[in-house]
């Protein structure tokens, strides 16, 4: 790893199980992606990060500025699944920024 890139240090809690991840912007294309090579997550993220699956849903507490606001596919699909919570995300529409820094991100079972 590049001595100048900001590392960025959040957690992950799957299975009742806390991870500590460290990352840094431009390790993975999005949180889904980390999360799968990371944790071995069987059937997470089908869609390839396209936002229409819903098998790579997280409750994001925490996160801050843009990662807080939903595009794209996301509100839809979510809407589809009945989630209407703020902190429940799709992770494979959460990019890997410090926007996460100290955040927990819970992997949930759909």
Same mark, same amino acid.
């Not at 997550?41 to 939903?70: H, P």
């Given at each position: 790893?590049? &001595? ?12 009742? =199980? %806390?991870?500590?991840? #460290? /990352? ?5 294309? $999005? &949180?889904?992606? &980390? ?11 089908? !869609? =390839?990060?396209?936002?229409? !699956? +819903? /098998? !790579?849903?997280? =409750? +994001? %507490? +925490? ?6 606001? %939903?595009?794209?596919?996301?509100? $839809? /699909? ?13 992770? !494979? =529409?959460?990019?890997?920024? /410090?926007?996460?820094?100290? $955040? #927990? ?6």
């Amino acid at each position: 790893m590049s &001595l100048n890139r900001k590392i960025i240090r959040f957690t992950v809690v799957e299975n009742n =199980q %806390k991870h500590h991840i #460290e /990352t840094y912007v431009g390790e993975y294309p $999005s &949180l889904m992606f &980390l999360l799968r090579d990371r944790l071995y997550l069987d059937g997470f993220g089908e !869609c =390839q990060g396209v936002g229409r !699956c +819903a /098998t !790579c849903i997280v =409750q +994001a %507490k +925490a996160i801050k500025g843009n990662s807080m606001i %939903k595009e794209r596919n996301e509100p $839809s /699909t979510l809407s589809k699944m009945g989630y209407t919570d703020a902190d429940i995300r799709l992770s !494979c =529409q959460l990019f890997i920024t /410090t926007d996460l820094e100290e $955040s #927990e991100i819970e992997v949930l079972d759909i």
